[in-house]
């Protein structure tokens, strides 16, 4: 088996004591996204590792913006790609949907967005998170020496949550990443993990906290593998509620207890840690549940009879589009005009085309050199249709061929602050035909933020000055693992970069923090 992914070095991350460690042979080849440079990398470790292993899979989980992941098939046509969606309850409108194009047969934990992907003309496979038996399991007698426990990272409701528990009094202890850099929290954090240390605190634990939201944002709510690892853990967990529950056979005060708010959250802490045999009740229940229904072993088992059975999934193209390209003389790009998928049609930029704006899909305009492709506007202008939008806008790279910069602006952020999208260069907007038509030809004089799609991918290049490219920098750059960075230029005594890296950082939180 080939996977590839963020953070495969690392033995405790969850693609790896899940996914890896359940379906893997032992003779994989494991590729780190974080520890590739280039797309050619990529290629020639599956190319030197086809030449010894007869591989038939590739297991992919999805990441931000991998150069690899469109051409891989023209690379290894006999290899069926399986792409892992683990985020599509919020990554899909920018990001899934657009990739899903390209796989063999892509995977969905999200209910809702399977209907959404039909439309599109592509069959998602509905797979729900699952467990690992094999990793997560009971440990033998065990004394519930922590009344209440939380492992997790700390952000958004969670911090909230636990500061109004120990407010009120309650034995709460919380490990993970980042919660030390509270100073009212700090006593109550025990550091971060190992996984055998988690097996121990969970079975150690009378009440295992769940908190299901999936990013700062209260609406985003959904569940995840920790609450299947806690059961197979046959441990108790309390955990807010999600409409997700019903998909997966847990139902409140069965398998699984759940509340509402803080104050629910509070009253059933008290009853719990008053009812002991209760806690055993539900705990075992839920063990039975999910090593019945939720292993990973069950779920890969029917992806591979289903790739069996039908193959890879076929991308029914909707129609095809038409595309009008404005280019400024002189300017170099890599558009091509035979395309199956594309109708495209290249003008001069001052020459008569604004007639021509009313039959078209989309209108792009070129006034710098680029890397934007065809496989760049098919996804836009597949965006743009799909969405009847105005325009879409794409996150693309600026800098030196040697050191590129992710201009990344996200959709709440441009939509609150209309200013934002005025700053962006025009290549990476593309605008419908009936918006032209009705601005007569004006691009971007009338922008209505509520109609712009967004799209993180593709992540094409411009050739743009130092003074254009470092202010959208201040705006937009995505610096990745900004810690990390500045680890690294610590190292390197780079001062100057230190100080461009906080300039970034600063004003961009300052622009998430004004209304």
Partial sequence: ???????????????????????????????????????????????????????????????????????????????????????????????????????????????????????????????????????????????????????????????????????????????????????????????????????????CSKINLNFLWTSAEKERCTIKARTLEISACRAFQLSNHTDEFINYGFSDGENIAVFNDKHDLLEKIQYYLNHDEERDVIAYKAYEHVLQNHTWKKRFHKIFNHLENNGGITHKLLRKYRILILVRKGVKHQIKLDDERLDIQIVEQGSNWEDQAHSVDGVVSLEHDSTLNNESLYMMVFGLSVDQSDVIASNFYVGSENKRYWIRFRDKLTQRKRALLHKLPVECLMFSGTYVGKNGGELRSNINPEKVSYIEYPSFWLKLSYYQSRKLRLYFCHHRNPRLQLKNLLRGFRFGKIFSLGVDKMWQKILENRG
């Fill in 1 to 203: 088996m080939i996977f590839i992914g963020p953070e495969l070095s690392d033995p405790h991350a969850h693609f790896v004591t899940n996914i890896v460690a359940c379906i893997g042979t032992g003779d994989d080849l494991v590729i780190d996204l974080f520890k590739v440079e280039t797309k050619s990398e990529i290629y020639e470790r599956i190319a030197a590792h086809l030449r010894i292993h007869n591989e038939r899979y590739v297991i992919y989980n999805a990441y931000e913006d991998e150069g690899f992941f469109i051409s891989f098939k023209s690379q290894f046509p006999g290899l069926q790609l399986i792409t892992v969606f683990s985020d599509d309850e919020w990554r899909h409108a920018n990001y899934d949907r657009y990739l899903a194009l390209y796989t063999d047969l892509f995977t969905t934990a999200v209910k809702g967005n399977i209907e959404a992907y039909k439309k599109y003309g592509v069959e998602p496979f509905y797979m729900r998170w699952a467990c690992n038996p094999d990793m997560f399991y009971p440990l033998p007698d065990q004394r519930k020496t922590i009344d209440i426990s939380f492992i997790g990272s700390f952000y958004g409701p969670r911090v909230e949550y636990i500061r109004f528990l120990i407010a009120n009094g309650v034995n709460v202890r919380v490990y993970g990443r980042g919660w030390g850099r509270f100073s009212d929290l700090r006593s109550y954090w025990d550091g971060f993990l190992s996984h055998e240390k988690m097996l121990k605190v969970v079975s």
